[in-house]
């Protein structure tokens, strides 16, 4: 069973940086990408990064200049980096990804989500 896990959130003064990151783990799989999506209270969870690589990476309109996403591909794990943090970042985000999992037959492709890390940005 594939498993997703984030840390890295917590409170941080505007203007500030925080780095998520989400650790896939499990017996036998494959990642096909990564991305990172957020629901702020009273909100929809909305996309902030889709397809953590290189220059395929799909920014919301909200973020771009400000977040980066990356994987490193080795460890199974992608990550977030927040600078200039803003009152309207505050939210849980999520970790996403579309995996490969070979560990039991017929292998299936699913989208696994972490189980959540609050942001909240605060003065």
């Known amino acids: 069973q594939v498993q997703l896990v984030e840390s890295g959130g917590g409170l941080v003064q505007p203007g500030g940086s925080l780095r998520l990151s989400c650790a896939a783990s499990?017996?036998?799989?494959?990642?096909?990408?990564m991305g990172w999506y957020r629901q702020a209270p009273g909100k929809q969870r909305e996309l902030v990064a889709d397809i953590c690589a290189f220059d395929l990476t799909n920014y919301a309109d909200s973020v771009k200049g400000r977040f980066t996403c990356s994987r490193d591909n080795a460890k199974n794990t992608a990550y977030l980096q927040m600078s200039n943090l803003k009152f309207e970042d505050t939210a849980v985000y999520y970790c996403k990804a579309n995996i490969k999992d070979w560990a039991i037959w017929p292998y299936t492709t699913n989208d696994y989500w972490g189980q959540g890390t609050q942001v909240t940005v605060s003065s």
């Open positions: 499990g017996s036998r799989f494959s990642i096909n990408n």
